[in-house]
């Protein structure tokens, strides 16, 4: 399995980006696809899950300004981000769980104030 994210940038305050990550390879029909994020000298963290049946889960400071979505057959996973602050400011990982756990390379986000 592998994974191809882009569509990070540098946006002001109050802008969007809409980061995507393209899944290929053997895919299970059952999956979950993830998108975290990792801010300088932070770890890691859970941004927003969608399932293949499209249940989400998002972490408290993405409700409401943040949506995960699926396109092309399922295997894109989007995540619309809007209203965007600078502590939304780091590299943004998507993740696929389907007979193992798969990273993508991460595509930076950077929010000015």
């Known amino acids: 399995v592998q994974l191809q994210a882009s569509g990070g940038g540098l946006v002001q305050a109050g802008g969007s980006l809409r980061p995507s990550c393209a899944v290929s390879?053997?895919?299970?029909?059952?999956?979950?696809m993830e998108w975290f994020r990792q801010a300088p000298g932070k770890e890691r963290e859970m941004v927003a899950q969608i399932t293949n049946d499209g249940k989400t889960v998002y972490a408290d400071s993405a409700k409401g300004r943040f949506t995960i979505s699926r396109a092309n057959a399922k295997n894109t996973v989007l995540l619309q981000t809007n209203s965007l602050r600078p502590e939304d400011t780091g590299v943004y990982y998507c993740r696929y769980l389907g007979g193992g756990a798969y990273w993508g390379q991460g595509t930076q986000v950077t929010v000015s104030s």
């Open positions: 390879g053997s895919i299970f029909t059952f999956n979950i």
